[in-house]
């Protein structure tokens, strides 16, 4: 397992940005704190997103029509590469009717200095 603390405590604040800036006050704005310039994603049903500003939308949207008001993230696994990291997650996605379990991959990239989500893949637990 490679990493460093400092890489480990940025990556920690950016998803804790997704969490409670993103899904909980629902700033969409604060993905441009999240997610690369270039980034892609891609949703459990859906085709791959590409760009900020469709990574944007598609969350605008999944955030206010499922309702979401929290997404706890848990790394279990997480290398360091140089500019690049992967990180391998649980997590669960809070809505007004319940909790969601996930799972998830996203290959981080640092960005401008910062470490960001550049490639995001992520499912349903059952």
């Not at 900020?52 to 706890?72: N, P, Q």
């Amino acid at each position: 397992m490679h990493h460093n603390e400092d890489a480990l405590a940025a990556m920690r604040e950016v998803n804790r940005t997704f969490d409670e800036e993103v899904c909980g006050k629902k700033n969409f704005d604060a993905l441009a704190r999240v997610y690369t310039q270039d980034a892609s994603i891609l949703p459990p049903g859906g085709d791959i997103i590409s760009g900020l500003e469709g990574i944007r939308d598609f969350w605008k949207s999944a955030v206010e029509s499922l309702r979401i008001t929290h997404c706890r993230l848990q790394p279990f696994e997480v290398e360091v590469h140089g500019d690049c990291a992967h990180e391998v997650a649980r997590g669960e996605v809070g809505t007004e009717s319940g909790a969601v379990p996930i799972k998830y991959i996203v290959i981080w990239k640092k960005d401008g200095g910062q470490w960001k989500w550049h490639r995001d893949i992520w499912n349903m637990n059952g």
